[in-house]
């Protein structure tokens, strides 16, 4: 089972532009981070044997998610996580904004989305928190 990262899609002002900002990127996006992650190859399996995405957040809920390709070494030390910029949407799953990254575990990422189903508008994030609390979502 594969790992996957959680990241905050920080600026984002509607989901439509967080699709529109891999839409004119080619295949492949680069994101730099100070450290590589500990648990990479769980991410990234050098093997080839499938690996995890990362899940963008957006107001409080993870709503979509890259496939994670491999891990380069970028300028300075740091890292390169290489993703594709196929935005694959996800059923929305509350997920408290943090800073960075952060690991979520295969059981715990939301399913995708299949064709021509909708998710519908995303939740206000205090709403989606308030729901989880209380185990509705």
Known sequence: MPLHLTKVAYGAQSLEELHGWFKTRGDEARLTTRY????HEE???K????????FWIYKHQLVCRSEILRFEEAEGGKTHIVISTK????HPQPKRAHQ?????????????????????????????????RLGLV
Not at 36 to 39: D, H, S, Y
Not at 47 to 54: A, H, I, K, P
Not at 100 to 120: C, F, I, M, Q
């Open 100 to 132: 960075g990254w952060r690991y979520l575990s295969d059981t715990d990422a939301p399913r995708d989305l299949a064709a021509g189903e909708e998710a519908g508008e995303v939740m206000p994030g205090g709403l989606a928190a308030d729901l989880a």
């Open 43 to 45: 991410i990234a399996p």
């Open 87 to 90: 935005l694959i949407d996800v």
């Open 47 to 54: 093997d080839g044997s499938g690996g995890g995405s990362l």
């Open 36 to 39: 590589l992650p500990k648990r």
